[in-house]
């Protein structure tokens, strides 16, 4: 693509870049759920670097970095924080929970129970959490990367799909390459570099740059593209549930970002093929008949993406 | 994909049963139409094959039961003493190694019966060895089906046997085997268990299907055929195919004359050869009785009388007074036939005996002479005939009325006979055409004349019969109008009996064709089987029996004397044969647009036929124009590729206008397309550019789309937009056709 990415953009994924070793496509995916205001569920095993990734993520925007290991034991209160009576004051004080930060990794969420999933999950839709009737505004900007084990793992709380909905983008980070892997070791001979990153934007930069996504181009006849391919998703044969309003509202959002990381003030319909998947796969629920076939999510949006026509004319109005 | 024994089930018992039927009807009509008998031991064999096939029984096994019931069935049928004889064996061995070298040598008539058995035992094994194949390896039977109802069809249309009931026995079990192996078929593919309960299912809504659409099939009201039969013209081709029985008949000499009408083909066969003094037609026999669909000879009480070749003939046609030339012709026969041809007023037959005696036998109903040699009807070699040829007197002939013969009752009664059920029309229209006239001469030439109008058309091949209830003669005067000789002399003997005046129907060949002339004077013909005719003789009291000729394109030459002038008016005509250049239906193009008018049986038939003889008329300039304008359009298609990318700079490279850049970015969208670089449906412009991009070892493609997606997906763009992109585009679109 001959698009230039954004400079600032590309500052922050280079500084990214120091730490991770390839994984440029999620940090970028993380990136742009970060400066579309969604947040990022990040299904793998534990230990290819989730963490790095959102640290160096946050570090490189000067944002708060929070981490929460949802545990089963964990209780909502673990979450948003809890008021404390405080003798000498004579009254209570809210103790701010580890959702009070920019940047949130919820590692692990699937571990914990729906109830103390919700709370993090309703923090993640308003923007806000309230304890003991006192509602607290989170931070600004406010991304939450979760992760989760593959559900098949045992012990684990599938999240129900409403709550699926809220995370704008879902994806693997997947094993390094050999040669990735071997830079992985490489480094890891050295220090840590994590501690010695700068931040390259401030979080000032950062709204700014959320703010300038609204304003990213999206044509009638792209709405109408991804209006057609979120309803293509819901008659589909082996779906059961397609894709809800909101996912379409997601993909335009996220290929806004998509645009502008790469330069453009207008979307694409690139942007939207792209992202698709990411946007869509996890919104979608199979027919147990379909899933017993071995189709996946992902396989029914690209066969949608394969059948509905990019549109290359103008809509006649 | 095979079954294995354990799915073998009810279901795929039904399934032989009912191919089992269907190979029935195969052998079915053989017992009709051929001479093979024991169809049982046939019929069994075939059970026991399929049965063993059912049953999977392995191919040695079953091969060799096979081989011994054939022998055993041979053995039943064509030979005697025990089976278990060596002696039949070695004869059976023979026949095979007689029968082999004969087919060797195509005489197909000289195998015996035994190797015919032998061989119809083996087709046998094949198909039931076929069935299998369908059923099993196949699962399907359509083609079977569709030739077994293609084979009844046939047979029922071809051969007297009657397939009514075997079409709907053979419909039953071949939608009940293709039924129920689209059962298999869909089991296997839909890999589902086929026991019973699911064999259930499909059955008996299979089943009610079934009997749905036989049920209404068979209750269903059946349409009588829109075409004419096209048997005729089909079997016409068959060298064997008979006459009488209604179909198309070889033109030629026939003896049943009693279901008249159909087509005719021309058949060039020499009869005989004749040397005469001048044209004269050649009687066979006359026939007295009309019935309606034909012509048959009152049996009568009357006795052949025999006479030797020196005797006077003892037949009178025409009274003493009667003003004759005596005359002598020469037959030369080619075709054996036992009967005599000879000329209106024989009186004497030469013919050299050889070395038998001859006889001549004389029919007096029919005025058939037959030649006997040694008591036995046969063929005789050259004859001469002499016989007075009549020169009538016109005068004479005004002169004979009814009053004369009123009463020779027997003779008025048998001469004016019609059949009862002559439609009235008939009598009407006779006698609408007589009315003015006053003799039976007038009247006679009257009727002889009404034929050759331009209403009627000499036609061989386009000749109805007439329906069961329906007269032969109505038929042809009042809505085919359409016919030969038979139509026309049987018309107007039945017209002529219609107003009281005594006619016979005459039958014979004409003249001939005249092919040289002979050292001594006389002339020799030619008379083929196309020159059969037959004609009309009218019976004037006082002269006797005259001919008329109403068939169109024929002159009989009769000749008649005016008493009163020296010139005696001879009507003497054209050399007409009755044959099958394609000259002949050309001729009467104008008769058959008024025959459209009131007629409208045929009228059909004929609108087909003059818009096919305008298409005819006009058919190479259609035909030329279409196919210069086909062949242009097609090739400027083909071309399209070269032609419209010019057509497209010289439209949108001169706008300035932006929407200009869509029509141009989709026209050479297509273009591309047409070159081969197809865009997949959810194919990107940017990904399709750079394909192309690739395809070309370019960069336009991309930096195009770029400034078209950006005037796509942007909206406002600058105005300057399309007059960038241009130069990109021109150069895609030149790349393209090139």
């Known amino acids: 693509m001959r698009n230039q990415m954004n400079p600032t953009v590309e500052r ?274 199979l027919k147990s008949e379909a899933r017993f076939e071995g189709i996946t999510t992902e396989d029914v949006v690209n066969r949608v993406l394969a059948r509905v026509s990019v549109p290359v004319q103008r809509l006649v109005k | 994909m095979r079954i294995d024994k354990s799915k073998k089930d009810v279901t795929f018992f039904l399934l032989y049963i009912f191919s089992f039927l269907l190979l029935w009807e195969w052998l079915r009509p053989l017992e009709e139409l051929t001479d093979t008998g024991h169809l049982g031991v046939f019929l069994g064999f075939v059970f026991v094959s399929l049965m063993m096939s059912y049953f999977n029984m392995p191919i040695l096994p079953s091969a060799l039961i096979k081989v011994i019931i054939i022998l055993y069935s041979i053995h039943f049928m064509y030979y005697e003493g025990t089976f278990f004889s060596l002696e039949w064996f070695g004869q059976l061995f023979n026949e095979v190694i007689v029968n082999s070298v004969v087919i060797i040598n195509a005489e197909w008539t000289e195998i015996s019966n035994v190797f015919r058995t032998l061989l119809f035992f083996t087709l046998l094994w094949l198909m039931a060895y076929l069935i299998q194949y369908w059923l099993i390896n196949r699962k399907q039977i359509f083609v079977f089906f569709f030739m077994t109802l293609v084979y009844i069809t046939v047979l029922d249309t071809f051969s007297p046997y009657e397939a009514d009931a075997a079409i709907v026995r053979t419909v039953i079990a071949g939608f009940a085997v293709m039924g129920m192996l689209a059962y298999y078929r869909t089991a296997d593919r839909e890999v589902v268990k086929k026991n019973l309960k699911s064999a259930k299912k499909w059955m008996i809504p299979l089943v009610a299907m079934i009997v749905l659409s036989v049920g209404i099939g068979y209750a269903a009201p059946k349409a009588d055929p829109i075409w004419p039969d096209p048997v005729p013209f089909i079997t016409s081709y068959n060298e064997d195919s008979g006459e009488g029985s209604g179909g198309v008949k070889k033109v030629g000499y026939g003896t049943d004359d009693s279901a008249l009408g159909g087509p005719f083909i021309g058949d060039d066969r020499v009869v005989f050869t004749a040397e005469a003094d001048g044209r004269h037609y050649w009687r066979i026999e006359t026939k007295d009785v009309y019935t309606g669909k034909g012509w048959v000879a009152d049996k009568g009480t009357a006795v052949p009388v025999e006479f030797s070749p020196e005797q006077n003939i003892p037949m009178q046609p025409f009274e003493e007074e009667v003003k004759t030339e005596q005359r002598t012709s020469r037959v030369t026969p080619k075709i054996g036939y036992p009967h005599l041809v000879y000329p209106l007023g024989v009186t004497e037959v030469e013919a050299s005996s050889g070395n038998s005696t001859l006889q001549f036998s004389l029919d007096p109903t029919t005025e058939k002479i037959t030649s006997i040699a040694d ?101 042809f005067l009042f809505e085919t109008q359409r016919g030969y000789c038979d139509n026309f002399s049987t018309s107007m003997v039945v017209m002529m009996r219609s107003v009281g005046i005594p006619a016979r129907w005459v039958k014979g060949y004409t003249e001939g064709e005249y092919i040289d002339t002979l050292e001594n004077g006389r002339r020799l013909y030619e008379v083929t089987n196309n020159n059969a005719h037959s004609w009309v003789e009218g019976y004037f009291p006082g002269v006797g029996w005259v001919p008329f000729e109403p068939t169109q394109g024929f002159s009989n030459n009769v000749q008649f004397e005016y008493d009163n002038k020296d010139d005696s008016q001879t009507q003497t005509g054209q050399e007409e044969e009755e044959d099958t250049t394609p000259t002949a239906p050309e001729k009467p193009e104008l008769p058959e647009e008024q025959a459209q008018v009131d007629k409208p049986k045929v009228s059909f038939s004929e609108g087909l036929k003059s818009a096919g003889a305008f298409l005819k008329d006009n058919l190479q300039k259609i035909f030329l124009t279409l196919l210069v304008l086909a062949v242009f359009t097609a090739i400027m298609y083909r071309l399209r590729g070269r032609w419209l990318p010019v057509l497209y700079i010289l439209l949108y490279k001169y706008k300035k206008e932006n929407k200009y850049m869509e029509k141009a970015y989709i026209a050479l969208l297509l273009q591309l397309e047409r070159y081969g670089l197809k865009r997949e449906k959810g194919q990107t412009l940017r990904d399709y550019a750079n394909y192309v991009d690739s395809f070309f070892s370019t960069n336009e493609m991309r930096w195009l789309t770029e400034k078209y997606e950006e005037y796509l997906y942007r909206g406002d763009t600058d105005e300057e937009m399309w007059r960038n992109a241009k130069k990109y585009w021109e150069f895609m679109i030149r790349k393209v056709s090139a």
Do not use: C
């Open chain 1, 12 to 285: 922050i994924l280079g500084n990214i870049d120091k730490v991770m070793t390839g994984k440029r496509n999620v940090a970028e995916l993380s990136l742009i759920a970060l400066l579309a205001g969604g947040h990022v569920l990040l299904e793998d095993v534990p230990g290819v670097g989730k963490t790095m990734m959102v640290r160096a993520l946050a570090k490189s925007v000067s944002a708060k970095f929070r981490r929460i290991q949802f545990t089963p034991d964990l209780l909502p209160s673990d979450v948003t924080g809890v008021s404390i009576y405080n003798p000498k004051e004579m009254e209570f004080e809210f103790r701010p929970g580890p959702i009070m930060g920019n940047i949130i990794l919820a590692d692990e969420i699937n571990r914990t129970s729906p109830k103390t999933q919700s709370a993090l999950l309703e923090g993640m839709e308003e923007h806000s959490v309230t304890v003991d009737g006192v509602t607290h505004l989170l931070g600004k900007p406010f991304f939450v990367m979760a992760t989760q084990n593959p559900i098949d793992y045992e012990g684990t709380y599938p999240l129900p799909e409403a709550q699926l909905d809220r995370f704008l983008l879902k994806m693997k980070m997947g094993y390094p390459a050999p040669e990735e892997e071997m830079e992985v070791l490489n480094r890891a001979q050295r220090n840590l570099p994590i501690e010695d990153l700068q931040p390259v934007v401030s979080l000032e930069d950062l709204r700014d740059l959320q703010q300038s996504i609204k304003e990213v181009v999206v044509d009638d006849t792209l709405k109408r593209y991804i209006v057609e391919l979120a309803n293509r998703t819901r008659g589909h044969s082996s779906v059961y549930l397609g894709v809800s309003p909101r996912g379409s509202i997601a993909l335009m959002k996220a290929a806004q970002a998509y645009a502008f990381i790469y330069g453009r003030d207008y979307v694409i319909p690139d942007d939207i093929q792209y992202l698709a998947p990411f946007v869509f796969a996890h919104r979608i629920i």
């Open chain 2, 375 to 475: 008591g036995q009807a046969g063929s005789i070699g050259p004859y001469s005939l002499n016989f007075n040829h009549p020169v009538y007197s016109v005068e004479k002939l005004k002169a004979a009325g009814p009053e004369e013969l009123a009463t020779e009752f027997a003779f008025l009664s048998k001469y004016t006979q019609v059949p009862e059920e002559l439609p009235e029309r008939v009598v009407e229209l006779a006698e609408e055409i007589t009315k003015d006239k006053v003799t039976w001469l007038e009247k006679a030439q009257a009727i002889e004349k009404y034929f050759r109008s331009n209403e009627f058309v000499y036609d061989q091949t386009l000749v109805a019969v007439p329906e069961e209830d329906q007269d032969y003669v109505d038929q």
